[in-house]
């Protein structure tokens, strides 16, 4: 049986809950005060001038860094509301009001840096109190983003007002536990982004292999210039539609339009998966995002309909995603975002093309195509005048294996990350509301 934290020793009850015995609660006025973003600024002020952050900025992040900052010009007496080192930076109107950053960088070598008017700032009276790395953190977590949902009211977007921000009350732990508390989480934030830098290598390495491998291919010596520019002079190229023709792809389809698009309330908790453009993750199908219908109104449908190893491509709203369908069911259901690819594997090889169609030699072709339309997407009709280039297949299994090493690095990396984010998000969750104590 879970012990709640009321039968726990060591814990009090008070007007916020439940906390440890040695925690306080304080008035958020106490600890520090409030000031403005820049207001009155038109197109002419922006680009160039001093560093500003906006509300987008914040949003993204828990500590401000210099790739937020953009730039804007300053009139004399706006020069009172600089951003300094360890202000805590709210929003006043956003999405969700529960957007908190910090500046976190040192300043000194920024001449000057501020907010515009959709921000605040929260500057701590003093380091005494509130530990500035742990206010970073304290000011995303589960307790304080409830105080935020419930004075941000508003129709369409939150409003968060700095007066009534100040009237919170809030706990905290002793200066030494949250000097502790800050260290802990700052070395996974520092795991996630040794990471996230390993992330950006892998996807520059593997970005450099396609252009590499879908341009020279593996061993090349001569080249030929073509409609989709310089390639092997052995590789084939064709268009779409005649790759139909001598079935290398065996079959193009999208899903069903008219009356054969199912309703709402045909869809049912579980069945045979109806897929979309969302439904694309990565290089995979995600399946938790899917709808499902039942087996007698999925079997009334003629097109869209899709099995295991067909290339998948989102070609409707969302354009561009590539995936491989993977699946242990008969078939599945496409909506009328989705576009499949059926190969003749003895002739062409799905992953190759997955791989092809997310080249710049793919996406360059339909995006010229797009932006000689009005709607964002790509029809079968098109989709049948687009080249597509033919190695041997046993190159195509090659580049494609080499090409998929590098997926799985990455794959391998981006769990990684996730994991530590999990864990991240999990001890915040205990950490800053007492459920779990550090030792001192």
Known sequence: MTTTLQEKQGYKKTELGWIP????????????????????????DFGTGKAFITYMNIFKNVFIDKNCFAYVKIKPGEAQNKVQLWDILFTTSSETPDEVGMASVLLDDIDELYLNSFCFGFRLHNFETLYPQFAGYYFRG??????????????????????????SKIYLPSFNE???????????????????????????????????????????????DTEIGSIPKGWEVKKLQKLLDNNTVIKHLDGNHGELYPKSEEFVNEGVPYIGANSILGRNVNFKVCK???????????????????????????????AILKTHLEYIILSTTLTFYRCDLERLNNYFLAYYMKSPLFINQYERLMKQTTRNQL??????????????????????????????????????????????????????????????
């Open 21 to 44: 015995d040695e925690w306080d609660i304080h008035l958020l006025s106490n600890l520090g005060y409030t000031y403005s973003g820049l207001s009155g600024k038109g197109k002419d």
């Open 142 to 167: 589960c307790f304080f983003r409830n105080i935020l949902n419930k004075l941000a009211q508003g129709a369409t977007r939150y409003n968060l007002s700095k007066n009534n921000l100040l009237k």
């Open 178 to 224: 949250q000097q502790k508390i800050a260290e802990i989480l700052s070395s996974i934030d520092k795991k996630i982004d040794f990471v996230d830098k390993q992330i950006g290598q892998a996807e520059q390495l593997k970005k450099a292999l396609m252009q590499e491998l879908l341009t020279k291919g593996i061993g090349h010596t001569e080249f030929k």
């Open 292 to 322: 499902y219908l039942n087996e007698e109104r999925a079997a009334k449908f003629i097109k869209g309909v899709a099995y295991d190893g067909d290339v998948l491509f989102a070609s409707n709203a969302t354009v561009g995603p590539v």
């Open 379 to 440: 029809p079968i009709t098109t989709q049948r005048t687009l080249y597509f280039i033919l190695p041997s297949i046993e190159e195509q299994k090659e580049i494609a294996e080499i090409l998929n090493t590098a997926d799985n690095k990455l794959e391998i990396l981006q769990n990684k990350k996730s994991e530590y984010e999990k864990l991240k998000k999990g001890l915040m969750q205990k950490l800053l509301t007492g459920q779990i104590r550090v030792r001192m």
